[in-house]
């Protein structure tokens, strides 16, 4: 079982302005899991959506089992034995599983013999799962098992596996890495994205590393250790943010058993959440997609409001308050969702400046704009946290996500928040800018602002919290210390498996 | 193989173009149209579009031109508000029916009374009375989430039933012989929206339209409502994080639409219409809708738009007297023009692109 599975030679895909992939060459072999690491924008993402059929080479080569290969579309791989679960799942909440297995499949057997179907092979690879159950029900971890499942039914030789951890719970990812080295064991070969090094090193044979659009290096993770491999990625070594000791002080933010409904259908709705934000700190709010971040971000901005006494800020009852009112007394946000939440798209960044600066930077006397300061305004954030645009006339969707994510940040950072409320504000940003950002939030809780920051990225909540506390089905864990705590008190924070059966392997 | 691409930033120079492009290509289909009825297709066109401005009879059409255009301005102005934050009021015909009903009820309940504040009061109950009938889909909207367009369009008919209704009966002139419709307003002297300068066709609706313009102008680039109305339309979601209330800004539109509309009634009722009568509206309220997107929902784009909607309405009547052709083939026209701009209005944000079939 080390023949050679799928052959790339000098794949090449050039976009407008960028080449995404350059002249990139890698065997993946029958019975290895392949680690394809590199940062965002590295170009993983094209590279497997070539193998997948989606997107057409424009040079370059593939063999599979030796003879050419080069897919017209998905449907093509997948017959020739290529399946793929992506980073964001397709399936129809309304829909049970068994029904959105068989919206993708070519030609699905009748539905009596599928639902056992996916009861065998959900046993088999310890992935247990009922297929009559509706999809708007499951965790993110079980709609992952969904995708997978759909794939295995197809019995794939190759199967591709973008960013799967970024939605599971630690103790969920040790189930999913049991699955992935059971269907290894049996000569299946997995070609596995990611920027997580230490998942890297626990699962996969082989990697091989992208940096913009071109492979740097392959090595055997298991001998390679975690920075070694960062500094492949990156091309440098990373600066680590520091923050200049300092002592937390007075609570300014407190929530009181804050319950609010999720305005939408598959929403959320939070659940009994009290917390204390004290000045000075970081509190760090980690959990698994889906479990009421939305939600909690809305709450504390005003988007939502919240009952009378559940949510004091300074003292002062804000619960009927809107976003206005809450940024006058020094409450600032920044949700998840850059374009079309934070920043309206089509607007210029200083339209978008506008947006939640009107009321502190006095971009406003007597209702009317003043946009020659709303220009400098956003102008000045621009310099100072590098946002890389021709200028502050520039719609915000022409920027790249990550220097977007710079303004978002950048724009609220400046506006000197007594309190921050952020969610996954590094979300597909690239590792510079992430530190950047990270080093901001720091730098003004080290000039005594309260920061709330809501990611599901573990790593960067390790690194940036004082406290830690995870949400988990709209209810808020105990908050801890966040020096010192295992990743296994943390998988246990955030849901532990979800009640999800360990694999009997 | 012809490909639409999506542009990175939308085009500045199609978003001129496109209304330009908009009217040449109506012109042509419009030929198609008038040949097809049996008419020299270059004699129509130069009839709708030419005759109005520089034939013989020019100075007469000339003035109709601001008579005809006022309205549609003023209503398209309000209507251009609420389009901008994707509140959808179809309904502007029956606000502008009913402001004529409201202000002209007021002139006749003071009949014959001399005073200099009949017609102030009257244009504060045309504004009102379009106000409030826009209000009942603002409120419904708000209330029990309603669609706005569903209500406001049926609303027209109503409001058309209540226009018959007050000229054969409430409003019916008592010294009318039994004619159907109201007193002439235009012979009582305190209610008259008289020209004011003899001869212009200027009255106060032109002036309102023209300070309407203006408003929306500063509202829409220089004041936090206006910038709160944009936001909505173009980003609901980041309209509420900025701290927009969605339901009082579909009060504030409506409202304000309704009360334009009310208003553009109530001059026409006053003036040039004079009294009022079964078939008091022309569907100002309907072609505002186009001179709204023809003119880019910009207040001067709209202003032009105006003029070239008016002028359709002048040219189409001569094409009507002098042609023999049917008033429909003019609404038809008209049609075409919304038509060919929202369909051209792609080029706007997408451009084409040829690319090669790439070999499976």
């Known amino acids: 079982m080390t023949g050679t599975l799928l052959s790339i030679d000098g794949l090449t895909k050039a976009y407008p302005g960028v080449i995404a992939n350059d002249d990139v060459s890698f065997d993946i072999r029958e019975g290895e899991v392949h680690a394809l690491l590199g940062e965002n924008g590295a170009g993983k993402s094209t590279l497997v959506k070539m193998i997948y059929g989606l997107v057409k080479p424009d040079e370059g080569h593939m063999r599979l089992n030796g003879s050419p290969y080069a897919p017209a579309a998905p449907h093509a791989a997948r017959a020739s034995g290529v399946a793929m679960v992506f980073q964001h799942f397709s399936l129809f909440e309304a829909l049970d599983v068994a029904e959105n297995i068989a919206l993708g499949m ?7 013999d599928l639902a056992k179907r996916i009861r065998e092979v959900s046993e088999l690879y310890g992935l247990p799962l009922d297929p009559t159950r509706t999809v708007g029900e499951l965790s993110a971890g079980e709609r992952q098992r969904v995708e997978i499942i759909r794939c295995l039914l197809q019995e794939p030789r190759l199967l591709i596996m973008d960013e799967p951890t970024s939605v599971l719970t630690p103790q969920e990812v040790e189930i999913l890495f049991e699955t992935l080295r059971k269907l290894r064991d049996e000569g299946v070969a997995i070609l596995y994205i990611s920027h997580k090094l230490e998942e890297i090193r626990a699962l996969c044979d082989h990697a091989t590393i992208l940096r913009l659009g071109k492979k740097v290096a392959t090595c055997t993770p298991s001998e390679t250790t975690a920075r070694e491999l960062a500094e492949m990625m990156v091309g440098s070594t990373l600066q680590s943010p520091e923050s200049a000791p300092h002592a937390a002080g007075d609570v300014v933010l407190e929530l009181d058993r804050l319950s609010v409904a999720s305005p939408s259908q598959f929403g959320t709705s939070l659940r009994d959440l009290s917390l204390e934000l004290r000045m000075g700190e970081v509190l760090g709010i980690g959990g698994v997609a889906g479990n009421g971040q939305d939600e909690l971000l809305a709450a504390l901005s005003g988007e939502i409001r919240s009952a009378k006494g559940a949510l004091r800020l300074k003292g ?53 704009l003043q946009w020659g300061k709303a220009r400098s305004f956003a102008e000045a954030i621009i310099e100072r946290f590098d946002v890389r645009t021709p200028g502050a006339g520039t719609v915000a969707r022409a920027l790249s996500g990550g220097n977007l994510q710079k303004f978002v940040i950048g724009r609220e950072v400046m506006q000197r928040p007594e309190v921050l409320i952020v969610n996954q504000p590094t979300w597909g940003v690239d590792a510079s800018a992430a530190a950047a950002i990270r080093q901001a939030l720091l730098d003004l809780a080290s000039q005594g602002a309260a920061v709330l920051v809501i990611s599901q990225d573990l790593d960067e909540l390790m690194e940036i919290s004082d406290r830690f506390g995870a949400l988990n089905e709209g209810r808020l864990s105990e908050i801890r210390p966040a020096r010192g705590l295992s990743v296994e008190e943390v998988g246990l924070m955030m849901g532990g498996a979800h009640g999800m059966e360990v694999a009997h392997v | 193989m012809l490909k639409l691409e999506k542009r990175p930033q939308p085009s500045q120079l199609w978003i001129y173009l496109t209304p330009l492009i908009a009217v040449l290509a109506t012109m042509a289909a419009g030929s198609v149209l008038f040949a097809f009825l049996g008419k020299d297709p270059v004699v129509a066109i130069r009839t709708i579009f030419w005759d109005p ?39 502007a015909e029956g606000q502008y029916i009913i402001g004529a009903l409201t202000g002209a009820g007021v002139g006749l309940a003071f009949y014959p009374l001399d005073a200099w504040f009949v017609f102030p009061l009257m244009v504060i109950a045309g504004a009102l009375g379009g106000w409030a009938w ?40 008592p010294e009318g012989r039994g004619f159907p419709g109201s007193r002439n307003l235009q012979h009582y002297e305190s209610a008259h929206n008289a020209e004011l300068i003899t001869g212009t066709g200027m009255h106060w609706g032109v002036v309102a339209a023209f300070i309407a313009v203006i408003t929306a102008y500063v509202l829409l680039n220089r004041h936090i409502l206006g910038y709160h109305i944009r936001l909505t339309g173009q980003a609901p979601r980041a309209a509420r994080f900025a701290g ?27 003036g040039p219409a004079g009294q009022v009568s079964i078939d008091f509206n022309v569907g100002y309220g309907f072609t505002a809708i186009i001179v709204a997107f023809l003119g880019r929902l910009h207040p001067v784009g709209i202003l032009l738009a105006g003029a070239l909607l008016a002028l359709t309405y002048i040219g189409g009547e001569i094409a009507q007297s002098q042609l023999g052709l049917p008033a429909a083939a003019i609404q038809l026209f008209q049609g075409m ?24």
Request: with cysteine.
């Open chain 1, 106 to 112: 070519e030609s699905p057997p009748p539905m009596r």
């Open chain 1, 316 to 368: 002062r009852d804000i619960g009927p308050l809107g976003p206005i009112a809450r940024r006058r007394m020094g409450l600032l946000s920044a949700p998840e969702e850059r374009l079309g939440h934070a920043a309206a798209p089509d607007m210029s960044l200083t339209e978008n400046a506008m947006l939640t600066g009107a009321q502190r930077e006095g971009l406003v006397r007597h209702g009317l």
């Open chain 2, 53 to 91: 401005l520089f034939s013989e009879f020019a100075f007469y059409y000339r003035p109709q031109l601001l008579v005809k255009g006022a309205p549609l301005v003023l209503i398209a102005i309000g209507l251009s508000l609420g389009f901008r934050a994707g509140i959808w009021n179809i309904g």
């Open chain 2, 134 to 173: 826009a209000m009942i889909p603002a409120l419904l909207k708000v209330r029990f989430g309603t669609n706005e367009i569903l209500v406001s369009l049926m609303l027209v008919y109503v409001a058309e039933q209540l226009l018959a209704s007050m000229s054969l009966g409430l409003m019916k002139n």
């Open chain 2, 244 to 270: 927009v209330v969605p339901a009082r800004l579909v009060l504030f539109c409506l409202g304000t639409a309704g009360a334009l509309a009310g208003l553009a009634g109530m001059f026409e009722v006053a």
């Open chain 2, 337 to 360: 023009l919304l038509f060919f701009l929202l369909a051209i209005d792609v080029m706007t944000n997408y451009r084409l692109a040829w690319q090669r079939r790439e070999v499976a």
